[in-house]
């Protein structure tokens, strides 16, 4: 008799996203003349930048070539794109890493998913609260979250580091310690940030719990403000605590393309049960060596291009069209009379709901009302209920027209 991993059965029903999806296209096949513009799930709308493109082109007729045809490649990825990523998203910051320190993948939601396997099931998880809500469900599947209580909306083992209005969206350092520590800045989906002083005392406090912060900074590119750290080594003392996640999938429209990074610095290490110290660097390795093949030569070479001076200006264009939906969102909802975070250094818009009107209520009176869709903040945990997010990602048209729709709905 095959056995399952009872894990899963701790999930809640279905994936976030997938609830959304699900929920759009049966109020699509029941109202097909209704337009309905869609702001929740953070997916990109601009076409890739042409240098991506060509390059991809060139590579698949690489490909095609005898002389210059590839098969395998280095499961921790080419160097061609490694010593891009070193030199413009570090190295120009004076931040000092190595080669082999980055790990190319097909993703920052695999890597962060995929990271858990490293760590011993034993290991307390921290989380902000509201949180992307991959980092709570691999911890389910991995038996770190326990049961989940319906009533509290939370899960018995994971510490919830609640991030509202009323702390300024700040993280507090928790009173329980914690073994991992989640955090995500530029934040989704809150889309406020961390200063530099901010984000010093979590490197301190990870420092002195020996524990581990995962830091996921897909969103660094829309970052506005001169004192936000883009990267987590930006302070002092991060390369040893410190793995941090990176992804072309909101800086270069590679949503669909798939590729993004993971830097684990070699000094950082985890421990035995001994107290053994152990390279999380070399683990890693150890890991894609045996469950990945390395993202494909053609999404690589068309990763690469996104670090041409032609290619830096193509996606900044992208980047600034986004940032100026931000602006528009920000501006329709103020108008609107809402209160509203984010926006400044993030593609998110996190909207607080006025008389303690429910996500999820809010969410249907928003599609069946204005036919707008948008993400219930309590999706991404009990922190989030009686906020909502829009996401400044959909094309122009759409967005001016969604701020129309909710300046002149009552
Ligand atoms: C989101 O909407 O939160 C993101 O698009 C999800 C993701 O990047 O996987």
């Given at each position: 008799?095959?056995?399952?991993?009872?894990?899963?059965?701790?999930?809640q029903?279905?994936?976030?996203?997938?609830?959304?999806?699900?929920?759009?296209?049966?109020?699509?096949?029941?109202?097909?003349?209704?337009?309905?513009?869609?702001?929740?799930?953070?997916?990109?709308?601009l076409?890739?930048?042409?240098?991506?493109?060509?390059?991809?082109?060139?590579?698949?007729?690489?490909?095609?070539?005898?002389?210059?045809?590839?098969?395998?490649?280095?499961?921790?990825?080419?160097?061609?794109?490694?010593?891009?990523?070193?030199?413009?998203?570090?190295?120009?910051r004076?931040?000092?890493?190595?080669?082999?320190?980055?790990?190319?993948?097909?993703?920052?939601?695999?890597?962060?998913?995929?990271?858990?396997?490293?760590?011993?099931?034993?290991?307390?998880?921290?989380?902000?609260?509201?949180?992307?809500?991959?980092?709570?469900?691999?911890?389910?599947?991995?038996?770190?979250a326990?049961?989940?209580?319906?009533?509290?909306?939370?899960?018995e083992?994971?510490?919830?580091?609640?991030?509202?209005?009323?702390?300024?969206?700040?993280?507090?350092?928790?009173?329980?310690?914690?073994?991992?520590?989640?955090?995500?800045?530029?934040?989704?989906?809150?889309?406020?940030?961390?200063?530099?002083?901010?984000?010093?005392?979590?490197?301190?406090?990870?420092?002195?719990?020996?524990?581990?912060?995962?830091?996921?900074?897909?969103?660094?590119?829309?970052?506005?403000?001169?004192?936000?750290?883009?990267?987590i080594?930006?302070?002092?003392?991060?390369?040893?605590?410190?793995?941090?996640?990176?992804?072309?999938?909101?800086?270069?429209?590679?949503?669909?393309?798939?590729?993004?990074?993971?830097?684990?610095?070699?000094?950082?290490?985890?421990?035995?049960?001994?107290?053994?110290?152990?390279?999380?660097?070399?683990?890693?390795?150890?890991?894609?060596?045996?469950?990945?093949?390395?993202?494909?030569?053609?999404?690589?070479?068309?990763?690469?291009?996104?670090?041409?001076?032609?290619?830096?200006?193509?996606?900044?264009?992208?980047?600034?069209?986004?940032?100026?939906?931000?602006?528009?969102?920000?501006?329709?909802?103020?108008?609107?009379?809402?209160?509203?975070?984010?926006?400044?250094?993030a593609?998110?818009?996190?909207?607080?709901?006025?008389?303690?009107?429910?996500?999820?209520?809010?969410?249907?009176?928003?599609?069946?009302?204005v036919?707008?869709?948008?993400?219930?903040?309590?999706?991404?945990?009990?922190?989030?209920?009686?906020?909502?997010?829009?996401?400044?990602?959909?094309?122009?048209?759409?967005?001016?027209?969604?701020?129309?729709?909710?300046?002149?709905?009552q």
């Amino acid at each position: 008799m095959i056995n399952i991993n009872e894990n899963f059965l701790d999930l809640q029903d279905s994936y976030l996203f997938s609830t959304i999806a699900k929920k759009v296209a049966k109020f699509q096949e029941e109202n097909p003349n209704k337009k309905v513009i869609k702001l929740g799930i953070g997916d990109v709308t601009l076409p890739l930048a042409k240098n991506c493109v060509e390059a991809m082109k060139l590579a698949a007729e690489d490909l095609s070539r005898k002389e210059t045809f590839m098969g395998y490649g280095p499961e921790q990825g080419y160097d061609f794109l490694r010593s891009k990523i070193l030199e413009y998203d570090y190295k120009s910051r004076g931040i000092d890493i190595d080669i082999d320190e980055i790990f190319v993948s097909d993703g920052a939601k695999c890597d962060t998913g995929n990271i858990v396997d490293i760590f011993s099931k034993d290991n307390r998880v921290a989380i902000t609260d509201p949180v992307y809500p991959v980092y709570i469900d691999t911890n389910t599947m991995s038996g770190r979250a326990g049961k989940y209580n319906e009533l509290t909306g939370k899960y018995e083992n994971i510490i919830y580091i609640p991030c509202t209005a009323e702390n300024n969206f700040e993280p507090e350092l928790p009173t329980e310690k914690p073994d991992i520590i989640y955090l995500c800045f530029p934040n989704n989906p809150t889309g406020t940030v961390l200063d530099r002083s901010q984000l010093k005392k979590w490197v301190d406090y990870a420092k002195e719990c020996k524990a581990i912060i995962l830091y996921d900074s897909a969103y660094e590119a829309f970052i506005t403000e001169d004192n936000i750290p883009h990267s987590i080594y930006e302070i002092e003392g991060a390369k040893d605590v410190a793995i941090e996640f990176r992804s072309f999938s909101k800086t270069a429209g590679f949503t669909g393309v798939r590729c993004g990074y993971v830097v684990i610095p070699k000094r950082l290490n985890g421990y035995t049960k001994n107290g053994e110290s152990i390279s999380l660097n070399k683990l890693w390795n150890r890991r894609t060596c045996t469950k990945f093949n390395g993202v494909s030569y053609i999404t690589q070479k068309g990763a690469e291009a996104v670090y041409s001076e032609e290619g830096q200006k193509q996606i900044n264009k992208n980047i600034d069209y986004y940032k100026e939906n931000a602006r528009i969102i920000k501006k329709g909802l103020e108008e609107a009379g809402y209160t509203i975070f984010g926006a400044v250094n993030a593609p998110y818009i996190w909207l607080k709901l006025p008389d303690n009107v429910k996500s999820w209520d809010f969410f249907d009176k928003l599609l069946n009302e204005v036919q707008i869709v948008g993400t219930p903040g309590v999706g991404f945990g009990p922190g989030g209920e009686g906020y909502f997010r829009l996401t400044a990602f959909g094309n122009r048209e759409d967005t001016i027209e969604a701020m129309n729709r909710i300046k002149n709905w009552q």
